[in-house]
């Protein structure tokens, strides 16, 4: 697998290889007071190819080693490129009230904490770019990764209300 890691207070992202990225993570996070998060990773069968081309790609960019002065923002298009194989770390919750709009509707974290992406692109619940798909015989969404079923009547205003409530 691909993967991309940032350091929390700084714009370096470290683009490599790994089969166990938790475990990578650890490893370099030893020593590194800057906090290690993982922006997303890509999963593959030809990961030294593709680790050779996205580093080509980002190569101006390119700082100490394998660590990039490259914005998360960057890393998007990369990901979502590799379709149900391309993830994001997500939030811890996606869907926790972060703030109304002026209108009073909820406005949620969402599914990444550097961009806008809704659940119809990735799937909140796995990272995935295969995102949520309608299926009409359900009336509820799918994700052909994780295979996680949602009907995300939670987000509607009237979630949680009886009928007596609603009308």
Not at 96 to 109: K, L, S
């Amino acid at each position: 697998m691909i993967y991309f890691f940032i350091e929390d207070t700084d714009e370096l992202v470290k683009i490599g290889r790994a089969k166990d990225i938790e475990r990578r993570r650890r490893n370099l996070q030893t020593g590194n007071h800057r906090k290690l998060l993982l922006l997303g990773w890509i999963r593959t069968d030809d990961d030294v190819r593709v680790e050779r081309e996205i580093h080509e790609h980002f190569n101006v960019q390119r700082g100490r080693g394998e660590w990039f002065h490259i914005d998360p923002a960057d890393v998007l298009p990369i990901l979502s490129h590799f379709g149900i194989d391309g993830f994001v770390g997500t939030t811890e919750d996606s869907f926790a009230i972060v703030g109304h709009d002026r209108d009073g509707i909820p406005e949620y974290m969402g599914v990444w904490n550097w961009g806008d992406l809704e659940f119809e692109e990735c799937c909140p619940f796995c990272g995935s770019f295969c995102g949520m798909h309608f299926q009409d015989a359900s009336h509820m969404y799918h994700c052909i990764n994780c295979d996680r079923l949602e009907s995300f009547e939670f987000l509607s205003p009237s979630y949680g209300q009886d009928e007596e409530e609603r009308d």
